[in-house]
């Protein structure tokens, strides 16, 4: 269990841990010199079953809140400390403010100072932390008089604490690993050291981790894990990682930084988050307001974005937009505190709700609710609610990341919720089997409209069909799915458009009688200089305008191709002119020919014979090189092969 100490400057913390373990906090010179804390420091107090309870202590001085912040994040239980003479003072309020904006709901009161005030006194401070204590998560602690001087309640108090680290359940160490770095130094022999509280996970010696939001990998050499040398670091536990890594140094790692799993390396700058203001604040927040953020031990530069019309008043709670000056390393539920720019007052705090907040239209339904779905504590109540709301689909391997589940979690999930998963090369979308279902059947009542109002298309493009379909998928995403449903023969693809399985593009039969006029004139010993659709008209005596529409079909449905404007190619014809092109480049020198060579080859002018080079050009099958030409193996058939003897049949 990690105790944290809070409370007013001088009211006996640091004391009172020395009391309670024998250790003295205070390392730094101007600590002692001064008497006050100034960092964070540390203590440990072993318990007869061998577990060990951590201590941090905070400093108390108003200057060092920041300090105080850094230490506050991970603890499991408070010791709030008055002093029986002063009572209840600022920084005692604002440190139980604290408290209570992250989440702490487990702790005890020390009252101390008791041998220096008589009985009722201490009657009266304990009223007073009682009222201070009515509507925060620590409502009803209770207070223990103790005295560092005498001993009168130290050894109660130490009975009482070990007694709670035995009731306190231990944290699941079944997600993905974090620590938030609230020291770094160099150790003789060793190299560098990085000290906090692990988050979440565990970490083991020889481990591969990297340290965000900088982006530096490293591995672990060693742990201490409760002050005590150990090959795991567990959720719950303040540990020491002794790190190795080529730009790993003391100067390299600053407090605040994260030392997490690789895979959980995804800094933002930009979050949406939940927001309670002190009831005590002056003034309300307004759009845009400058603020220093305290996450983990980061403390960092934003200003705040209200996702609502109204300012959020004192004592109110709304959603906001918080826009950092740098990124940091966080996840979805993580509690945070805002203070004043000037860093003098705490002014409120909450819980990040979405990491990758967007730029536009942050303040739709359709985002308010999926917020309201980010906002559920529990992921696979979180999911399924994602799932339920607009756009109905889940980037899965990012859902589990900026929850820093683990694989095996997020396999469970998946599972217990029937998801339906559609693979694409940077991530993995999930989608409830109802939505599948529904997605499924928009797609063919699509396909069955498109080709009753464009029977000589032979298909649908990609984008085209999917801001026709509900729900409205990323492209890769559809892309992956409609393969899965070709492969159950639902659909067919025909080049980059997409059919029904029977569809086949069909000309009207005035259509088709002109075609069989034309198609000879595009073939045979012209076929590489055929007419201009101006020439074709005059050839046939036909309406110039009318074969333009019915060429421009055709190139549609892959029987010819536009080369150059109103000059179709037979597409084998073209797949010819792909063949003649690789053969000149096998014989040519360093696989370059040149238009001349071409030319000759077609026994045609230069004129179309570079405007057919340039056609292969745009399309990836050729490349320019000065004069030359170098052809592309990977688009040998992209038009078909007209190596195929079937085809030239």
Known sequence: MIIGTAGHID??????????????????????????????????????????????????????????????????????????????????????????????????????????????????????????????????????????????????????????????AARAATGR??????????????????????LSGRVSVGDAVMLSPLGLAARVRAIHAQNRPAQQGLAGERCGLNL??????????????????????????????????LAGEPKPVTQWL??????????????????????????????????????????????????????????????????????????????????????????????????????????????????????????????????????????????????????KQSLLTALEAFHAGNPDLPGIGLERLRVQLEPRLPAPALLSLLQGVARNGDIAFDGARVRLPDHRAKLAPQDERLWVRIAPLLSGAERFRPPRVRDLADLLDADEAAIRRLLKSLARMGVVSEVVADHFFLRDTVAETVEIAFDLAASGADGKFGAAQFRDRLDNGRKVAIQILEFLDRHGVTTRRGDLRVVNPHRRDLFGSARDPERRA
């Open 177 to 198: 690993f974090r620590l938030s770095v609230d020291r770094s130094f160099a150790l003789a022999g060793a190299g560098t050291v990085v000290t906090g509280t692990v």
């Open 290 to 439: 400058p603020v220093r953020l305290h996450h983990a031990a980061a403390s960092i530069g934003g200003r705040v974005v209200l996702l609502q019309d109204a300012s959020l008043p004192p004592g109110g709670e709304g959603l906001v937009q918080l826009v950092l000056e740098r990124p940091i390393a966080a996840c979805e539920g993580d509690c945070f505190v805002l203070r004043d720019n000037s860093g003098q007052r705490t002014i409120g705090g909450g819980k990040f709700l979405d990491l990758r907040a967007p730029t536009r239209r942050r303040r739709t339904p359709e985002r308010l609710a999926h917020l309201a779905a980010r906002a559920l504590a529990d992921p696979e109540a979180s999911l399924a609610a994602l799932l339920d709301r607009v756009p109905y689909v889940v980037d899965l391997a990012a859902f589990a990341r900026d929850r820093a589940l683990g694989a095996a979690e997020i396999e469970a999930i998946a599972a217990r919720l029937g998801l339906v998963r559609v693979t694409t090369p940077g991530a993995v979308f999930a989608l409830a089997s109802a939505t599948h279902l529904r997605l």
């Open 244 to 277: 190795a890594g080529e730009r790993i140094s003391k100067n390299a790692v600053s407090r605040g930084d994260m030392v997490l799993d690789p895979g959980l390396h995804a800094p933002t700058d930009r979050i949406d988050a939940s927001l309670r203001l």
């Open 11 to 168: 009211h006996g913390k640091t004391t009172l841990v020395r009391a309670l373990t024998g250790v003295d906090t205070d390392r730094l010179k101007e600590e002692k010199e001064r008497g006050i804390s100034i960092d964070l420091g540390f203590a440990y107090l072993p318990a007869e079953d061998g577990s060990v309870l951590g201590f941090v202590d905070v400093p108390g001085h108003e200057k060092f809140v920041r300090n105080m912040l850094a230490g506050a994040t991970g603890i499991d239980f408070v010791l709030l400390v008055v002093a029986a003479d002063d009572g209840v003072m600022p920084q005692t309020v604002e440190h139980l403010a604290i408290v209570d904006l992250l989440g702490i709901e487990r702790g005890v009161v020390a009252l101390t100072k008791v041998d220096a005030v008589p009985d009722a006194r201490r009657v009266e401070v304990r009223r007073d932390i009682a009222r201070l204590l009515a509507g925060t998560g620590l409502e009803g602690a209770d207070i223990v008089p103790v005295s560092t001087v005498t001993g009168e309640g130290i050894a109660d108090l130490r009975l009482r604490l070990l007694a709670e680290a035995k009731a306190l």
